[in-house]
């Protein structure tokens, strides 16, 4: 079946650090891809996504390119904030059985300290 | 403002009791979905719903229960027979049946089992 699999954390960086979290994937068909964020005691909400090869969703300074040939999704901030210290969950969304179930990797906290 | 709501924030029971989450979501979303979340183990699907009075099981349904006899309404019961139910219950609900698109994620109930 589908999984998804994150560089396991905490990934602890300083303010205005470059900050990479490897997500790779595998899926049977074309999934689409996505990063969500969680920050403490509350619900995952969508950071970005991506729906085909090579595309590339971005959002509040976050990228991430979609790589068919290397099944990857990996997440990117050029200069990370106190404010981006959270979990955050790679998942894929792949037609199964006539249903879309959602995929989600086991998350990735952050910590940045100032 | 349109969004998930889940009630109560936090939820304490005496272990053997039956106790049921409420989810309710404004989005006119056709499908809904429950997760559980335990540190370190990401998300895992306990139900999911396409469309009002359908569900099916997810990975780890076992002693729990949900119905869906509205379209804004996912309630989940966590009986007696789940044997660990302490946990971070996340309700989610995404917009049509057949493609793949963000899902949206209710703020959580703690449940706390004494």
């Known amino acids: 079946g589908d999984s998804v699999t994150q560089m396991e954390g905490p990934v602890t960086l300083s303010e205005e650090a470059f900050l990479t979290i490897n997500c790779t994937y595998t899926?049977?068909?074309?999934?689409?891809l996505f990063w969500y964020v969680q920050y403490p005691g509350e619900g995952l909400q969508l950071l970005l996504k991506?729906?085909?090869?090579?595309d590339k969703g971005s959002n509040k300074g976050f990228e991430a390119t979609y790589r068919k040939e290397t099944t990857s999704f990996h997440l990117e901030k050029g200069s990370v904030q106190v404010s981006d210290s959270a979990v955050y969950f790679c998942?894929?969304?792949?037609?199964?059985?006539?249903?879309?179930?959602?995929?989600f990797g086991r998350g990735t906290s952050l910590i940045v300290h100032p | 403002d349109g969004g998930i709501t889940q009630s109560p924030k936090y939820l304490f029971r005496k272990e053997g009791q039956n106790v049921t989450l409420s989810c309710e979501q404004n989005?006119?979303?056709?499908?809904m979905y429950w997760y559980r979340q335990d540190p370190g183990q990401g998300l895992r699907l306990i139900y999911y719903?396409?469309?009002?009075?359908?569900?099916q099981k997810g990975d780890i349904a076992e002693g729990y229960s949900v119905s869906r006899e509205k379209k804004e309404s996912f309630p989940l019961t966590v009986t007696s027979a789940q044997k660990n139910p302490t946990a971070f219950y996340l309700c989610?609900?995404?917009?049509?049946?057949?493609?793949?698109?963000?899902?949206?994620f209710g703020p959580g109930t703690r449940l706390t089992v004494l």
């Open positions: 989610a609900s995404r917009p049509g049946q057949g493609i793949p698109d963000t899902q949206y």
């Open positions: 899926a049977t068909g074309y999934p689409s």
């Open positions: 991506a729906t085909k090869a090579d």
């Open positions: 998942a894929l969304s792949e037609k199964t059985g006539g249903s879309y179930i959602p995929t």
């Open positions: 989005l006119n979303h056709d499908a």
């Open positions: 719903s396409q469309i009002v009075n359908d569900f």
